[in-house]
C-alpha cells in the first residue's frame, strides 16, 4: 500500500471546529441514556435555582412589606421561607447525582477512547513504530487523553448547567423588569467576541504544551530505560541527559503558565463589571423610578433582580472559562484523532483465508519480490511524499526461492545486506512492493494476518523478554502450557539447568527487557518459548549469535532436533550452525548472489567461500560437519569428532 494511501492531517488545529465538535459528539452517542439523565438533572437543579428570587420577591412585596400595607403576612413568610429550606436542599441531592453521573459518563467515554487508541496502536504495521518514538506514542495514551478528561467529565455537563442557569435568570430578570436587565448584559456581546480570541490563543498553546509533554515522555523513556542508562553511564552524558530534561520541563513552565494565564485579565475585566452591577442598577432604577416609567419597579423587584445578577455572575464567567477549555481540548482531541486516523499499511484482506494452523504443510516462497522501506512518517503531519521509482532504494530486489516443508534454509551474507528485512516478509511483517510471498501456495496477502502468525514462529534478532517471570515469559506463546511442557521446551533450549539454579528457578522475574539474564540465557529462553509454540516454520535470526561457543553448540542440537519437523529458514552469522542446510542463500545487497548446499557453494568459490574461509581460516571457530570440507585453497578441513553438536574438542585442524 502507497504511502499516500495513509490519511494523515496537520496537526490539531488544522481541521474544523465543527468537523472536531462532531466527532467529539459520537464518542459520547453510546451513553444516550445516562445523557439524558444528567440533562433532567441539570434542568431541575438549574430551573430550581431561579425559584429563590421569585420566592424573595414575594417575602418582601407580599408578606414583610406587603404593597397594600396590609402589614406582615406570617404564615405566608413562613411557607415562603420553608420553600427557600426547601429549594437548596433537592438541589443539593440532585447536584450529588448529577456529580455522580457526569464522573462516571466521562471516565466511561475516556477509558473507550484510550482502548480504542491502544487497539488501533496494536492493528499499526511495524513501520509505523520503526518511525515513532515510544515516548511519543505513549504520550498521546496517558497526556492527551488524559488532558482531555476534565472535559469529557465536567466540561459538558458545566456547559448545559451554566447555560440553562443564564438562560433562566435572563427570562426571569426580563420578567422583572427588561430595563434594567438591558443595562445588566449591554457588554456581554463584547466579552464573547474577546473570549473567542482569547480560546484560539489557548488552543495554540495547547497544541504546543502537549507536543513538548510528549518530548518529555520520550526522554524519560529513552533515557531512563535500562538501555538509555548504561549508554549515558558508559560515554559519561548523565549532565547532558539531565540538562535536556531541565530544558524541556522549563519549556513546560513557560507554556503551562502562559496557557494558564491567558486571558485572565480578560477574566478580571469581566469579573469586575458583573460585580459592579449591580450598583449600576440602584441608579439606574432611581432614575426609572424619578422619570416615572418605574411604576413596576418595587423594592423586592430591585431585590430581587440583584440577586438574579448576582447568581448570574458565576455562570457567566464559568461559561467563559469552560468554553476556553474546550478550545483547549479541542487541540488535545485533534492529537487524539490523529492517531486514529493513521491507516495501518497491514490490513487483512476483506476476503482473506485463514491459514489452517493444523494441516499447514510449510512450504515457504519468494516469488520475485521487491521491497523498499517505507519513509518515516510522522502522525498529524503532512505525508511523506511518495518516494520516486528510481530514489527508492530496495532493501530486497527481485528475491526468489521455495523451502520445500520441513527443509532447513540458511540466509547468510554481509551485515546490512538484507537478511532481516527478508525474514520480516515471510510472516508479513512488511508487505513487499512488488511480487509474491507465499505460503503452502497461497498469497501472505491472501491470507489472514492473524494464522498467518500462528503457522511461524520467529526468534528475532533482538531478544525482547516482558519484565516478569521466566515462566510467563515463556507461556507468551502458549498460554495454556503446563509446568511439564515449559520444562520440555526449555532442556531442549538447553536453559533448563541455569532456570533451576536460580533461587526462584521458573518464577524468576528477568528484570527490564530480560536484563538480568545474560545474551546467551535470554536467546535460549527465546529459543524455548518459540519451541513451545511448536511452529510449522521457523524463522531464526542469527539465534545462535549470543551464545558462547559450549552453549552454541548445546543449542545447536536443540535446534537440530526443532528443526527436523518444520520448515525452517535461519539467518546464521555463525556459518557453523548451519552447515547441514538443505539449500544456503548467500545474499548481499538484497539479492542473492548464491544457493546451493554447503559443497556447493564452497565449489563456486564466491561470497560464501569467502565468508566461510574467513571465519574458519584464522582458526577462530571450529568447524563441525560431518565430512571434511574444502577450503579455497584446496585444502581440507577435517573434523576429530566428525558429528555434529559433539561436546568436547572438534577444533578442526588443516591437512594438505
Ligand atoms: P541484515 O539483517 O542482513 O544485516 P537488514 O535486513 O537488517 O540487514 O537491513 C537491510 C537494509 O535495510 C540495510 O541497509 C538497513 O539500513 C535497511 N533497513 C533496515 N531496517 C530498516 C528500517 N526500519 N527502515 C529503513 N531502512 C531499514
Ligand atoms: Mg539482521
Same mark, same amino acid.
Given at each position: 500500500?502507497?504511502?499516500?494511501?495513509?490519511?494523515? /492531517?496537520?496537526?490539531?488545529?488544522?481541521?474544523?471546529? %465543527?468537523?472536531?465538535?462532531?466527532?467529539?459528539?459520537?464518542?459520547?452517542?453510546?451513553?444516550?441514556?445516562?445523557?439524558?439523565?444528567?440533562?433532567?438533572?441539570?434542568?431541575?437543579?438549574?430551573?430550581?435555582?431561579?425559584?429563590?428570587?421569585?420566592?424573595?420577591?414575594?417575602?418582601?412585596?407580599?408578606?414583610?412589606?406587603?404593597?397594600?400595607?396590609?402589614?406582615?403576612?406570617?404564615?405566608?413568610?413562613?411557607? +415562603?421561607?420553608?420553600?427557600?429550606?426547601?429549594?437548596?436542599?433537592?438541589?443539593?441531592?440532585?447536584?450529588?447525582?448529577?456529580?455522580?453521573?457526569?464522573?462516571?459518563?466521562?471516565?466511561? *467515554?475516556?477509558?473507550?477512547?484510550? %482502548?480504542?487508541?491502544?487497539?488501533?496502536?496494536?492493528?499499526?504495521?511495524?513501520?509505523?513504530?520503526?518511525?515513532?518514538? /515510544?515516548?511519543?506514542?505513549?504520550?498521546?495514551?496517558?497526556?492527551?487523553?488524559?488532558?482531555?478528561?476534565?472535559?469529557?467529565?465536567?466540561?459538558?455537563?458545566?456547559?448545559?448547567?451554566?447555560?440553562?442557569?443564564?438562560?433562566?435568570?435572563?427570562?426571569?430578570?426580563?420578567?422583572?423588569?427588561?430595563?434594567?436587565?438591558?443595562?445588566?448584559?449591554?457588554?456581554?456581546?463584547?466579552?464573547?467576541?474577546?473570549?473567542?480570541?482569547?480560546?484560539? *490563543?489557548?488552543?495554540?498553546?495547547?497544541?504546543?504544551?502537549?507536543?513538548?509533554? %510528549?518530548?518529555?515522555?520520550?526522554?524519560?523513556?529513552?533515557?531512563?530505560?535500562?538501555?538509555?542508562?548504561?549508554?549515558?553511564?558508559?560515554?559519561?552524558?548523565? %549532565?547532558?541527559?539531565?540538562?535536556?530534561?531541565?530544558?524541556?520541563?522549563?519549556?513546560?513552565?513557560?507554556?503551562?503558565?502562559?496557557?494558564?494565564?491567558?486571558?485572565?485579565?480578560?477574566?478580571?475585566?469581566?469579573?469586575?463589571?458583573?460585580?459592579?452591577?449591580?450598583?449600576?442598577?440602584?441608579?439606574?432604577?432611581?432614575?426609572?423610578?424619578?422619570?416615572?416609567?418605574?411604576?413596576?419597579?418595587?423594592?423586592?423587584?430591585?431585590?430581587?433582580?440583584?440577586?438574579?445578577?448576582?447568581?448570574? +455572575?458565576?455562570?457567566?464567567?464559568?461559561?467563559?472559562?469552560?468554553?476556553?477549555?474546550?478550545?483547549?481540548?479541542?487541540?488535545?482531541?485533534?492529537?487524539?484523532?490523529?492517531?486514529?486516523?493513521?491507516?495501518?499499511?497491514?490490513?487483512?484482506?476483506?476476503?482473506?483465508?485463514?491459514?489452517?494452523?493444523? /494441516?499447514?504443510?510449510?512450504?515457504?516462497?519468494?516469488?520475485?519480490?521487491?521491497?523498499?522501506?517505507?519513509?518515516?512518517?510522522?502522525? &498529524?503531519?503532512?505525508?511523506?511524499?511518495?518516494?520516486?521509482?528510481?530514489?527508492?532504494?530496495?532493501?530486497?530486489?527481485?528475491?526468489?526461492?521455495?523451502?520445500?516443508?520441513?527443509?532447513?534454509?540458511?540466509?547468510?551474507?554481509?551485515?546490512?545486506?538484507?537478511?532481516?528485512?527478508?525474514?520480516?516478509?515471510?510472516?508479513?511483517?512488511?508487505?513487499?512492493?512488488?511480487?509474491?510471498?507465499?505460503?503452502?501456495?497461497?498469497?501472505?496477502?491472501?491470507?489472514?494476518?492473524?494464522?498467518?502468525?500462528?503457522?511461524?514462529?520467529?526468534?528475532?534478532?533482538?531478544?525482547?523478554?516482558?519484565?516478569?517471570?521466566?515462566?510467563?515469559?515463556?507461556?507468551?506463546?502458549?498460554?495454556?502450557?503446563?509446568?511439564?511442557?515449559?520444562?520440555? $521446551?526449555?532442556?531442549?533450549?538447553?536453559?533448563?539447568?541455569?532456570?533451576?539454579?536460580?533461587?526462584?528457578?521458573?518464577?524468576?522475574?528477568?528484570?527490564?527487557?530480560?536484563?538480568?539474564?545474560?545474551?546467551?540465557?535470554?536467546?535460549?529462553? !527465546?529459543?524455548?518459548?518459540?519451541? +513451545?509454540?511448536?511452529?510449522?516454520?521457523?524463522?531464526?535470526?542469527?539465534?545462535?549469535? !549470543?551464545?558462547?561457543?559450549?552453549?552454541?553448540?548445546?543449542?545447536?542440537?536443540?535446534?537440530?532436533? $526443532?528443526?527436523?519437523?518444520?520448515?525452517?529458514?535461519?539467518?546464521?552469522?555463525?556459518?557453523?550452525?548451519?552447515?547441514?542446510?538443505?539449500?544456503?542463500?548467500?545474499?548481499?545487497?538484497?539479492?542473492?548472489?548464491?544457493?546451493?548446499?554447503?559443497?556447493?557453494?564452497?565449489?563456486?568459490?564466491?561470497?560464501?567461500?569467502?565468508?566461510?574461509?574467513?571465519?574458519?581460516?584464522? &582458526?577462530?571457530?571450529?568447524?563441525?560437519?560431518?565430512?571434511?570440507?574444502?577450503?579455497?585453497?584446496?585444502?581440507?578441513?577435517?573434523?576429530?569428532?566428525?558429528?555434529?553438536?559433539?561436546?568436547?574438542?572438534?577444533?578442526?585442524?588443516? *591437512?594438505?
Amino acid at each position: 500500500m502507497a504511502a499516500s494511501d495513509r490519511r494523515s /492531517t496537520t496537526a490539531g488545529g488544522g481541521r474544523s471546529d %465543527s468537523g472536531l465538535g462532531g466527532r467529539v459528539w459520537t464518542l459520547f452517542t453510546p451513553y444516550r441514556a445516562s445523557l439524558v439523565l444528567i440533562v433532567v438533572a441539570v434542568l431541575l437543579s438549574s430551573g430550581l435555582g431561579i425559584v429563590t428570587p421569585f420566592l424573595t420577591q414575594a417575602v418582601f412585596d407580599r408578606a414583610l412589606f406587603p404593597l397594600d400595607h396590609s402589614g406582615v403576612h406570617l404564615s405566608l413568610l413562613a411557607w +415562603l421561607v420553608g420553600g427557600m429550606v426547601a429549594v437548596p436542599v433537592v438541589s443539593a441531592l440532585i447536584g450529588v447525582f448529577q456529580t455522580y453521573e457526569t464522573t462516571l459518563l466521562g471516565n466511561r *467515554v475516556m477509558a473507550d477512547l484510550r %482502548s480504542r487508541l491502544f487497539e488501533h496502536l496494536q492493528r499499526m504495521d511495524l513501520s509505523f513504530f520503526t518511525a515513532t518514538r /515510544t515516548g511519543a506514542i505513549q504520550s498521546r495514551l496517558a497526556n492527551d487523553v488524559g488532558g482531555v478528561q476534565s472535559v469529557l467529565s465536567e466540561t459538558a455537563s458545566s456547559i448545559l448547567g451554566n447555560v440553562v442557569t443564564v438562560v433562566a435568570a435572563l427570562v426571569a430578570m426580563i420578567i422583572l423588569s427588561w430595563q434594567l436587565t438591558i443595562v445588566a448584559v449591554a457588554l456581554v456581546p463584547l466579552f464573547v467576541v474577546l473570549q473567542i480570541r482569547v480560546g484560539r *490563543v489557548r488552543r495554540r498553546l495547547a497544541g504546543r504544551t502537549q507536543e513538548s509533554l %510528549s518530548d518529555m515522555t520520550a526522554i524519560t523513556e529513552e533515557s531512563l530505560s535500562v538501555s538509555g542508562v548504561l549508554l549515558a553511564k558508559v560515554f559519561n552524558r548523565q %549532565s547532558y541527559e539531565i540538562q535536556r530534561y531541565r530544558e524541556e520541563n522549563a519549556r513546560q513552565v513557560d507554556l503551562q503558565v502562559r496557557q494558564a494565564m491567558t486571558g485572565q485579565s480578560f477574566f478580571a475585566v469581566v469579573q469586575t463589571f458583573l460585580g459592579i452591577t449591580p450598583a449600576l442598577v440602584y441608579l439606574v432604577a432611581g432614575i426609572l423610578i424619578v422619570l416615572g416609567s418605574g411604576a413596576a419597579v418595587t423594592a423586592g423587584t430591585i431585590v430581587a433582580f440583584t440577586t438574579l445578577q448576582t447568581r448570574l +455572575l458565576f455562570p457567566t464567567v464559568n461559561l467563559l472559562r469552560v468554553s476556553l477549555d474546550v478550545q483547549t481540548s479541542l487541540a488535545l482531541f485533534g492529537r487524539i484523532f490523529d492517531y486514529l486516523d493513521l491507516t495501518p499499511r497491514i490490513v487483512d484482506a476483506p476476503d482473506a483465508r485463514v491459514l489452517d494452523v493444523s /494441516t499447514v504443510a510449510g512450504r515457504v516462497e519468494l516469488d520475485r519480490a521487491w521491497f523498499s522501506y517505507p519513509a518515516g512518517e510522522v502522525a &498529524g503531519q503532512a505525508p511523506v511524499a511518495e518516494v520516486a521509482e528510481a530514489d527508492r532504494v530496495y532493501a530486497v530486489k527481485d528475491v526468489s526461492f521455495t523451502v520445500a516443508p520441513g527443509q532447513l534454509a540458511a540466509i547468510v551474507g554481509p551485515s546490512g545486506g538484507g537478511k532481516t528485512t527478508l525474514s520480516y516478509l515471510v510472516p508479513r511483517l512488511y508487505d513487499v512492493d512488488r511480487g509474491r510471498v507465499l505460503i503452502d501456495g497461497h498469497d501472505v496477502k491472501e491470507l489472514t494476518q492473524a494464522s498467518v502468525a500462528d503457522a511461524i514462529g520467529m526468534v528475532t534478532q533482538d531478544t525482547f523478554l516482558l519484565h516478569s517471570t521466566i515462566a510467563d515469559n515463556l507461556r507468551y506463546a502458549k498460554p495454556d502450557a503446563t509446568r511439564e511442557e515449559l520444562e520440555a $521446551a526449555a532442556r531442549a533450549a538447553n536453559i533448563h539447568d541455569r532456570i533451576v539454579s536460580f533461587a526462584e528457578g521458573y518464577d524468576t522475574v528477568v528484570g527490564e527487557r530480560g536484563y538480568r539474564l545474560s545474551g546467551g540465557e535470554k536467546q535460549r529462553l !527465546a529459543i524455548a518459548r518459540v519451541l +513451545l509454540k511448536d511452529p510449522r516454520i521457523l524463522i531464526l535470526d542469527e539465534a545462535t549469535s !549470543a551464545l558462547d561457543t559450549t552453549s552454541e553448540r548445546l543449542v545447536q542440537q536443540a535446534l537440530e532436533n $526443532a528443526t527436523k519437523r518444520r520448515t525452517t529458514i535461519a539467518i546464521a552469522h555463525r556459518l557453523s550452525t548451519i552447515l547441514g542446510a538443505d539449500v544456503i542463500l548467500a545474499v548481499e545487497n538484497g539479492q542473492v548472489v548464491e544457493r546451493g548446499t554447503h559443497a556447493e557453494l564452497l565449489a563456486l568459490d564466491g561470497l560464501y567461500a569467502r565468508l566461510y574461509t574467513e571465519q574458519f581460516a584464522g &582458526g577462530k571457530v571450529e568447524a563441525r560437519c560431518k565430512d571434511g570440507v574444502r577450503f579455497r585453497d584446496g585444502a581440507t578441513l577435517v573434523s576429530r569428532n566428525a558429528a555434529v553438536g559433539n561436546a568436547g574438542e572438534d577444533a578442526g585442524e588443516k *591437512v594438505a
